[in-house]
């Protein structure tokens, strides 16, 4: 059984920077597909990013349009982590963030929230104008 603890949310001020982790217990999270979702208030939850699993052909990435060049995905398999760090915050980026995960799961389905097995908790991010 996975389980997925998010940390590193907070408070900061347009144009700064968070590194959100998520760690993974109980199986090897380099085995599987981990996606970074975010919900704010009244809104659906979205994916921001996901990175695939060794049970796939190749490491590939995904990442939401309004984000592209702000955000970095990454693992780092001895920690048995799976980071995003998020620099250029604005106002818009603040929600809870959530990390999931899931096996044999593939790029072009990695950003549906429904296709994900196991979640954590979130972390809020809250960008100040």
């Known amino acids: 059984q996975l389980h997925l603890v998010e940390s590193g949310g907070g408070l900061v001020q347009t144009g700064g920077s968070v590194r959100l982790s998520c760690a993974g217990s109980g199986v090897t999270l380099d085995h599987y597909t981990v996606g970074w979702f975010r919900q704010a208030p009244g809104k659906e939850r979205e994916v921001i990013s996901c990175?695939?699993?060794?049970?796939?052909?190749?490491?590939?990435?995904y990442y939401r349009d309004s984000v592209k060049g702000r955000f970095t995905i990454s693992k780092d398999i001895n920690k048995n982590t799976v980071s995003l760090q998020m620099n250029s915050l604005r106002p818009e980026d603040t929600a809870v963030y959530y990390c999931?995960?899931?096996?044999?799961?593939?790029?072009?389905?990695?950003?549906?929230?429904?296709?994900?097995?196991?979640w954590g908790q979130g972390t809020q991010v809250t960008v100040s104008s």
């Open positions: 999931a995960a899931s096996a044999r799961l593939s790029l072009h389905l990695c950003m549906a929230p429904l296709m994900y097995n196991y």
């Open positions: 990175i695939t699993g060794r049970d796939q052909p190749e490491t590939t990435l």
